[in-house]
């Protein structure tokens, strides 16, 4: 098992394949310099980042073919999706704030329900891609998987009241680096398949 602080700085990596710098790293870690440092030196010794130099700067990558890098993005997508569900909770959908707010078409426990039912749905993978209020509440996911799940879909839409638009893909979908909307989504089912298809280098 990895310490904690390495398993941030990889974590940290994600979602693009950019190298970052420590300062970057250090950014999204929120630890000190000198602690993301000696991660970063620790993970190389390991086999699972690769560093460069560009004259006095440090640049570092992972290398996904380490069982490590995939830990390091399940920790990364799971943080993301809890961080995603507690945003959701802070959101008043479909309220007009300048006219008192009163008429909401779904609030956002709603909201969260009908994400977390859609999360159970039998699929190899899921993300949420969008999120909007206006002109009315709309969720839309990507998912790999039997089309009939569409027909669930439909059903949980009537439940909660809020339009869920569908894309239904594959695999290569993922593998293809232009798709940035598959990328920043919120995985809520099916990282290693994503991490497979996207990350993994055969």
Not at 97 to 104: F, Q, T, Y
Not at 106 to 112: E, F, G, N, R
């Given at each position: 098992m990895?310490?904690?602080?390495?398993?941030?700085?990889?974590?940290?990596?994600?979602?693009?394949?950019e190298?970052?710098?420590?300062?970057?790293i250090?950014k999204?870690c929120?630890y000190?310099?000198e602690?993301?440092?000696?991660?970063?030196?620790?993970?190389?010794?390991?086999?699972?980042?690769?560093?460069?130099?560009?004259g006095?700067?440090?640049?570092?990558?992972?290398?996904?073919?380490?069982?490590?890098?995939?830990?390091g993005?399940?920790?990364?997508?799971?943080?993301?999706k809890?961080?995603?569900?507690?945003?959701?909770?802070?959101?008043l959908?479909?309220?007009d704030?300048?006219?008192?707010?009163?008429?909401?078409v779904?609030?956002?426990?709603?909201?969260?329900e009908?994400i977390?039912?859609?999360?159970?749905?039998?699929s190899?993978?899921?993300s949420v891609?969008d999120?909007?209020?206006?002109?009315?509440?709309?969720?839309?996911?990507f998912?790999?998987?039997?089309?009939?799940?569409?027909?669930e879909?439909?059903g949980?839409?009537?439940?909660?009241?809020?339009r869920l638009?569908?894309v239904?893909?594959n695999?290569e979908?993922?593998?293809?680096?232009?798709?940035?909307?598959?990328?920043?989504?919120?995985?809520?089912?099916g990282f290693?398949n994503?991490?497979?298809?996207?990350?993994?280098?055969?």
């Open positions: 990895l310490p904690r602080n390495e398993l941030e700085v990889i974590a940290s990596l994600f979602p693009d394949k190298f970052k710098t420590i300062k970057e250090q999204k929120g000190s310099y602690r993301v440092y000696s991660a970063v030196l620790a993970l190389r010794k390991k086999n699972i980042l690769e560093l460069k130099k560009y006095n700067v440090i640049v570092a990558g992972i290398n996904y073919n380490s069982d490590f890098a995939l830990l993005f399940i920790h990364y997508a799971i943080n993301r809890l961080n995603f569900y507690e945003e959701q909770k802070n959101i959908y479909g309220g704030l300048s006219k008192g707010g009163a008429s909401k779904a609030d956002s426990d709603q909201i969260s009908c977390k039912k859609v999360e159970n749905l039998n190899e993978f899921m891609i999120v909007s209020t206006k002109p009315k509440n709309k969720i839309t996911f998912y790999i998987g039997d089309k009939k799940l569409e027909t879909l439909l949980l839409e009537y439940k909660y009241n809020v638009d569908s239904r893909g695999l979908l993922l593998k293809d680096p232009e798709n940035a909307k598959y990328l920043n989504g919120v995985i809520l089912k290693e994503f991490f497979t298809a996207f990350y993994y280098n055969k």
